[in-house]
């Protein structure tokens, strides 16, 4: 049986402001005594966590089933195989990306030379969740690395053991000056926000994420910040059922729904309704067996808090199939409501959870209606082979990335940038995108000096007339 609520908590290991403060200011003289800079050094250090990572893999898989229940198999996929794959796909092609590269220069520019040198912000802090406590910690760590920040990890407190394990992985693996984990919770978390970092990094909630934005307005620090919302799936009448129930299946139920870019709700044509639900009890009995509760495959919601917040839920619309619940281990079944609308609660703000409503429609514009008139989401599923109605969907509404014909696996290349839009976030990571999101893109013009363009001073004849013609 998993402990009500987190023990462990209490045993954080902490640190004074004082303390902190210490910390980052010896990571911003690291910094300027240039240890980050040499590429060859950077491509080490990812190498070095390669392999601090896969010498604890039996230690990450344990921490995260005592923190999530995650089986073994979810714990690789989603955790250590993601970063090992993100921390290799980095290492491999940072020294190309790292290269002042040239451009071209405008015709009022003759005899110059344009470069942008990427360069390093300095300091980063990264405030991670708890629902991929490894993989959310660390994919952002990488790129951090990889660009030559120094680098303050903040781990959740929700996840203690998970927690542990990243600081004995960091701790072992790299000088506190060049990266360090700081463990504790909310305190500590608005601590390190108003210390002068150069970089922050925060994935969570959008309310936590507004304040993590007003903090970094303080001090003008640049930020990427991944939230949420509620995605849809939509499902249209020519799609396949079956397949589309096992997709959405498996983006919805995958770390029992806590997942930012889980299908929060489906639309689905209202001809499709019925075989779309059977199909996805099939699916997740297919998954996770007759009674999913006792499935070692299905993890856990991370705190009775949360899980009381979910079972409020249950009391809306109609449960079509699941909706119970093991409290004392956090569990909950997966569960499709239908007779839902938008006035209930569990339509206003994002579930989070293993719950998943289904709404139907007649005309597409009814879904474009709806999603528009709500935040932009995180991500969207589209279940469809019609072109037009791709086209459609993906040319009408504003999200962060989604898939045509499946679910999450927009998120499993690196070759596709990952972020929000709106109130689902800013800026974007993964692959180079995450070089550049912790790089500065540094613009250099470098001026021949065998002569003069004169056109540009004051009081040379005709040199209004000669620039006209050189800015059309």
Known sequence: MIAREHDSLRRLRRMSREQINQLIQAQKQYFAEGHTRDITKRQQALYTLIDAIQQHEAAIVQALQLDLRKSETEAYVTEIGFTLAEARHLAKRLTRWAKPRKVKTALTHIGSRGMVVPEPYGTALIIAPWNYPFQLALAPLIGAIAAGNTAVLKPSEWTPHTSAVLSTIIRDSFDPRYVAVVEGAVETSQTLLELPFDYIFFTGSVGVGKKVMEAAAKRLIPITLELGGKSPCIV???????????RIAFGKWTNAGQTCVAPDYIYVHHTRREALVQ??????????????????????????????????????????????VDADNRRMEPTVLTDVDWTMKVMEEEIFGPLLPVLTYEHLDEVIHAVRARPKPLALYLFTSEREVQHSIIEQLSFGGGCVNDTLMHLATPYLPFGGVGESGTGRYHGKYSFDTFSHNKAVLYQTTAFDLSLRYPGVKNGLRWMKKLLR
């Open 236 to 246: 249209h009448q020519d799609a396949d059922i079956q397949l589309a129930a096992r």
């Open 279 to 324: 199909a996805l009890h099939e699916a997740v009995v297919s998954f996770y067996g007759q009674k999913p509760l006792e499935s070692n495959l299905y993890p856990s919601i991370v705190s009775n808090k949360h899980l009381a917040r979910l079972t409020t839920f249950l009391d809306e619309g109609s449960i079509a199939w699941g909706g119970h």
